[in-house]
């Protein structure tokens, strides 16, 4: 089972400097491509933690997800966490992985015997429990991840947010295995102060940690936190949305062909969030009205925006195509099934390549597509209430920040060095 074939394509990643680092370590050249491999998953792992905000406890985290997965062998399993322990100390010069080594991941090999990460075999040792290493003193836990899954799919939550609970979950238990702490209202304190002082985390994403912690112990431990004692909060920066212009907007649509540039002109026109995109059904498009209905949005909402004028047509033959494949799909002489959506990450990278080709300076992403359609309809004078209904939010507050483009300088000071 191989990561990957080729060195991933990652701009926030020096994979020159972590290759030159794989030679002076002496990893043999045709092992490169795993040893990059491992790291892109890993930083795949936890996509709202950057790979500077991490530590020994995520990595060994990431470790254990990857020797439960079918077909993982052991030597991969040692071989990732050579590669983490590279990358960290030689790349981004982490001090924890100098002397870093991932005791208490264990498995049991096809021989009964039982093995570490770090290589250490005891074919007279029993298993350790699975959750033993992440559970710590926390009694009554064992088995927690199936009642985790249970519950979270019970309550409806997406299956993004399912997983970044379960991270979480799995992350403080690890730090306070590694600490000898109880898992209790003073574990979470210190666990978060660690995210806020140690790793440095963005405030949403503490914000995130705390609310995964809460659900765990009041759902999953059923024994609620209560009252939390005081710990340092992440400080939240007042950063403005990346906005396109109109001209860039239409740059960046001259660069976006079939599928994509239905899609990404879902997002700039009607104001969809990527997700709301992927999963729109055919029959929540209604054409006659000029409208779409997007269901279970984000916090489990539905709501009714618009339909662009301009993708109409090019929308009604997409899905003139689709029902005529639906139609072959349903042929039962097959007996295959294997239609699937369009996955989230064809559109982000096709949106990226556009904007590079388009000449586009700024970061763009498809959630910048949204920004700029709440822009737009701020600009052309329709009201905060409409944008806000027609974005989801639940609070115009959030809706607010768009409000920076009536604010520019340029609508109604002029530049001292224009000034004749």
Not at 188 to 200: D, G, I, P, T
Not at 252 to 267: I, N, Y
Request: hydrophobic share 40%; glycine share 8%; with cysteine.
């Amino acid at each position: 089972m191989e990561p990957t074939t080729t060195v991933p394509v990652n701009e926030d990643i020096p994979w020159a400097r972590y290759l030159d680092s794989l030679r002076r370590e002496g990893v043999p050249q045709k092992l490169f491509r795993w040893y990059t491999g491992w790291v892109e998953q890993f930083r795949r792992s936890q996509n709202s933690l950057p790979l500077t905000g991490r530590g020994p406890e995520d990595a060994e985290c990431f470790l254990r997800s990857l020797s439960e997965r079918p077909g993982i062998e052991l030597w991969q399993v040692r071989q990732a966490a050579h590669a983490l322990r590279i990358f960290y100390r030689t790349v981004l010069g982490a001090e924890w992985a100098g002397h870093w080594e991932p005791s208490g991941l264990r498995r049991v090999s096809d021989q009964g015997a039982t093995a570490t990460v770090s290589g250490q075999h005891s074919s007279h040792e029993p298993p350790v429990p699975e959750n033993e290493r992440f559970v710590g003193k926390a009694a009554g836990l064992e088995g927690w991840p199936a009642r985790f899954r249970s519950l979270m799919r019970t309550g409806n939550y997406s299956l993004s947010t399912e997983r970044a609970y379960a991270v979480w979950a799995q992350r403080f238990l690890a730090f306070c295995a590694a600490r000898s702490l109880e898992a209790d209202a003073e574990g979470v304190r210190a666990f978060l102060e660690h995210l806020a002082l140690a790793r440095q985390v963005a405030a949403s994403t503490q914000g995130q940690a705390l609310n995964a912690l809460v659900f765990f112990f009041r759902h999953v431990a059923g024994r609620p936190l209560g009252t939390i004692p005081d710990f340092p909060r992440s400080r939240r920066p007042q950063r403005l949305p990346t906005v396109l212009s109109r001209e860039e907007v239409q740059r960046l649509f001259a660069r976006l062909v079939g599928s994509h540039a239905l899609m990404a002109g879902l997002l700039s026109g009607a104001g969809l969030r990527l997700m709301e995109c992927i999963r729109l059904r055919v029959k929540d498009i209604d054409f006659d009205r000029g409208q779409l209905t997007v269901r279970d949005g984000k916090g489990g909402k539905d709501r009714v925006t618009v339909l662009p004028d301009r993708i109409r047509e090019p929308f009604r033959e997409h899905l003139a195509r689709i029902r005529a494949r639906h139609e072959e799909d349903v042929d039962p002489r097959s007996g295959n099934v294997r239609r699937y959506h369009a996955h989230e990450s064809a559109l982000q990278k096709a949106v990226k390549r556009a904007a590079r080709d388009a000449g586009i300076d700024k970061r763009v992403s498809c959630h910048t597509l949204r920004h700029s359609f709440a822009t737009h309809l701020l600009e052309a004078g329709y009201d905060i209430r409409t944008v806000q209904e027609l974005l989801g939010h639940s609070d115009v507050s959030t809706t607010m920040i768009y409000t920076h483009v009536l604010n520019r300088p340029g609508l109604a000071v002029r530049s001292p060095m224009d000034a004749k």
